[in-house]
């Protein structure tokens, strides 16, 4: 039995695996980490600072620079933001770079809750509890062009969808711990669901994986 009860929440873009996450943190008062943002904060920060995002090692040295305390800059929830984090995230260098702060903060006493797209299948392969989220890219779209418009980002809903599309075969096909589920990660398509009807069926698979977990 590992020593924390670590939740892993995988997923392509717009899944809903983010809010997911956060829902279930307040359900077991758990600490959350969003690990696509540090991606995004290493793609907005090497921009700022010049970097070329296919330089694999000047991009390592902002991922290798990053601390939590950089996290919170609205800049990382862009659009802009999204299309640098999945440029960064192929390089295998970035990811050795962010390896230990995932572990790290999974690793903590009593559990915790990390969402992206290796969690369950190179971050925290261990963990008790792993989700996978999905959703059509047409719902997911639309989710993330209502997100976008409410920041007051200029966007069609057809430029979302291909941005969708394009993002989801570079996570896919990328050499670097590739999107996709974990051999023991629960499918969660949320596509008709509502936020509420998917919180309850990621409540219910933790808890049959809590069980067990308990019991080993």
Known sequence: MTS??????????ASG???????????????VLDTGLLYRAV??????????????????KTAAGLSADLLEDPAFRTRAAGEAASRVAVHPEVRAALLAFQRDFAGQAGGAILDGRDIGTVIAPDA???????ASPEVRAERRWKQLTAQGEGVSIEEVLAD?????????????????????????????????????????????ARARWTAS
């Open 17 to 31: 695996k983010g809010t997911i996450a956060t829902r279930l943190g307040a359900i077991y008062g758990l600490p």
């Open 43 to 60: 793609g907005v920060l090497s921009l700022r600072a010049g970097r070329d995002l296919d330089d694999a090692a000047a991009t390592a």
């Open 128 to 134: 008790p509890a792993k989700l996978y989220v999905t």
């Open 164 to 208: 969708i599309r394009i993002r989801d075969a570079r996570d896919s096909g990328r050499d670097a711990a590739p999107l996709k589920p974990a051999p023991d990660a629960v499918l969660l398509d949320t596509s008709e669901m509502t936020i509420d009807h998917a919180t309850d069926a990621a409540r219910r698979i933790v808890e049959a």
């Open 4 to 13: 924390s009860f670590v939740i892993a929440v995988d997923g392509p873009a």
